[in-house]
């Protein structure tokens, strides 16, 4: 790609696959699943042009250890998939995590729960955020609302994920990935200085070997101090790592709190709000782990309430009782299986949580 920056019309999931390659990215391993079919689409036409590899696995199971393998020599690599998929991910992203390798992982997310349907859905943000598999592990992961938004965040994602030798998941959904917008294609610029990678394994000749595992048997190899050294880890991205966007907070008395697709639609409902007299703003988390406690925290000393609206029956309002420490009532706006709301819907339920 050339060095100077244009403006293109492209659909989310295509936006992904330019950020990802300006980065460096020269590996991606994954399977088709609606709706995010035109990441691994565009790559098996992009990356070939960059010199990298492009591999459509037998299964998502074999995908994500693809890239174990390929994060491993030290090859920025990424995968993508939708919420049934990133489900059969989950042990292989454990392995990821545990071995400190890093990677990006996109997930487009569609309603649930099983096969569900292709409608975009946050019905995903438990998984993503505590964990989806076992064992005690944290995923950074990136909301974005935006495609010049998703743009930057998939280029700073291999950055973060390089910079503390950690996964980074980027979490969308179907109207993300399937919608166009006008996206500046920027020129990759390091946002960290990042280490070197003294830990690959790219041959031992001339040196002593290393190991990349997850597995520890012995006493004298204590998981447990291995879990001590992932959790000091944890704490240092959690007081690092807190991206957020404010919109119109400084008078509010009610807080919506929503992420990602749904953040963008409560803006609108926001101005609604304000045009009828109603002191009403927006805290968005951009990180969803690691999350904006503080910000939460310190509205919730000057508002009256939170108004969570979420694409699920109910995920990340539990996030926002915990910031805000129960200190301020948090009502809930939110449907599970493919619901979009509207910003008039939306404007509707602060009328009748706003004079309560």
């Not at 998929?85 to 997310?109: D, T």
Request: charged share 20%; aromatic share 8%.
């Amino acid at each position: 790609m050339s060095k100077v920056s244009k403006k293109v019309l492209l659909k989310g999931n295509e936006v992904m696959v330019e950020a990802a390659l300006s980065a460096g990215c020269r590996f991606f391993a994954g399977y088709p699943i609606t709706p995010q079919n035109e990441v691994p689409e565009c790559m098996s036409r992009r990356m070939p042009e960059v010199g990298g590899v492009f591999v459509q696995a037998e299964s998502e199971v074999a995908a994500i250890n693809m890239i174990f393998g390929a994060s491993a020599t030290g090859t920025r690599c990424m995968t993508s998939s939708s919420s049934p998929g990133i489900s059969l991910k989950q042990e292989g992203i454990s392995y990821i995590a545990a071995g400190e390798l890093p990677c990006v992982i996109a997930n487009v997310q569609r309603g649930g729960p099983g096969l569900g349907n292709i409608r975009a859905s946050q019905g995903d943000y438990f998984q993503a955020v505590k964990g989806g598999g076992h064992g005690d592990y944290k995923l950074i992961v990136l909301a974005p609302s935006t495609l010049p938004e998703l743009y930057e965040l998939t280029q700073n994602a291999f950055d973060y994920s390089d910079y503390y030798r950690n996964p980074v998941m980027i979490l969308g959904d179907g109207i993300l990935g399937q919608m166009a917008e006008p996206v500046e294609l920027k020129e990759y610029k390091p946002i960290v200085t990042l280490p070197e990678k003294d830990w690959i394994l790219d041959g031992c000749e001339g040196r002593d070997p290393r190991v990349i595992k997850t597995l520890y048997l012995y006493p004298s190899d204590s998981l447990a101090v291995h879990n001590a050294h992932l959790k000091k880890k944890y704490e240092q991205i959690a007081s690092e790592l807190e991206l957020f966007e404010e919109y119109k907070t400084e008078d509010c008395e009610l807080v919506i709190a929503a992420y990602g697709m749904t953040a963008r639609i409560a803006k609108a409902a926001i101005r609604l709000a304000r045009d009828k007299g109603m002191k009403v703003g927006l805290l968005r988390p951009i990180s969803l782990w690691p999350l904006a406690n503080s910000a939460f925290m310190r509205l919730a000393e000057t508002a009256k309430k939170f108004l969570v609206v979420e694409m699920s029956n109910g995920q990340f309002i539990e996030d926002v009782r915990l910031a805000t420490e129960c200190s301020v009532p948090v009502e809930f706006f939110g449907y599970g299986g493919g619901w979009y709301p509207t910003p008039e819907n939306i404007l509707e339920r602060i009328e009748k949580v706003y004079t309560l």
